[in-house]
């Protein structure tokens, strides 16, 4: 991969980083000033509910930003872009669709088809 495209893609990635983290904060600062007591038990399991799927979200944010430190760590490795099962690089279009993708699409279809027949 030629040092244009590892630019790009730590600038990508150090954007989704920066705005995944700025996202977070406000949604927990959002959390924690919504301290609204419900009037009835309705509102209050809608309150409950709304926190729990925010709670989900930010987790699912929080998987995504170690995905992209490890991807930003292989940019300055040089590794950036080599699969780590066979070593072969990655499609450059593939990356473009998923920078944090660590596998060439035959390893992730092998690895996918063996996670459905394990049953992970």
């Known amino acids: 991969m030629n040092s244009r495209d590892l630019k790009y893609f730590k600038e990508l990635l150090t954007g989704w980083q920066q705005e995944i ?3 977070t904060n406000t949604a927990i600062a959002d959390l924690m000033d919504s301290s ?60 473009k669709a998923r920078p944090v993708t660590n596998h060439c699409i035959d390893c992730k279809r092998s690895l996918e088809m063996y996670e459905r027949t394990v049953g992970l």
């Open 21 to 23: 983290t700025r996202r």
């Open 36 to 95: 609204v007591s419900a009037s009835d038990s309705i509102d209050q399991a809608s309150l409950e509910s709304d926190r729990n799927f925010a709670l989900r979200f930010r987790d699912r944010d929080r998987k995504l930003i170690k995905k992209i430190k490890k991807a930003l760590i292989s940019i300055n490795r040089g590794t950036f872009g080599i699969c780590e099962n066979c070593g072969e690089d990655i499609a450059l279009a593939r990356l």
